[in-house]
């Protein structure tokens, strides 16, 4: 994949008089490799990675001392070229009411979806007043794509016929 990805629409839809749905839809998503995941062998009965021991007789156990490692004096860095970088993106959703005053935010980490909605619940909206919604998409540690939407706050009728 050599293009960017980036949104191509987000559209908050009010739901009552406290939640919000924001529809996100995004183009040039890598690939997911979902295959690994169906891969089971029915033949064979999955062998335990956990022991439990439920023996209550015995004297509790502490656990083993942390060794510490003594203060030199020098500043540890870490080298983040030794973790391996995601090729999936990240997506911040960030509600503001009329005033710029943050009243929801929502975080994706490694967003792989091309259509996605996210409800989103505010403490004290008031009707009426516009709100807006933006999205800003971070790709390999850079923000590629910010759009923003605003709306008004009001409340669908859910019940009518």
Aim: glycine share 2%; aromatic share 6%.
């Amino acid at each position: 994949m050599t293009d960017v990805p980036q949104f191509i629409s987000v559209t908050p839809t009010v739901l009552d008089d406290r939640r919000v749905t924001v529809n996100i839809k995004t183009a040039n998503l890598p690939e997911v490799n979902r295959l690994g995941a169906c891969l089971v062998n029915l033949d064979q009965p999955p062998a335990p990675n956990v022991t439990l021991n439920l023996d209550t007789g015995s004297a509790p156990v502490a656990p083993p001392p942390v060794n510490e490692k003594p203060d030199t004096g020098d500043d540890e860095s870490v080298d983040v070229s030794q973790f391996e970088q995601s090729k999936f993106p990240v997506v911040e959703v960030n509600l503001v009411d009329a005033d710029d005053n943050f009243v929801a935010h929502s975080m994706i980490i490694e967003h792989q979806e091309p259509d996605l909605s996210i409800t989103m619940h505010v403490r004290s909206p008031q009707a009426g007043q516009t709100y807006t919604a933006y999205a800003e998409m971070i790709y390999h540690q850079e923000l590629v794509h910010v759009v923003s939407a605003p709306f008004v706050w009001e409340p669908q009728e859910l019940n009518t016929p």
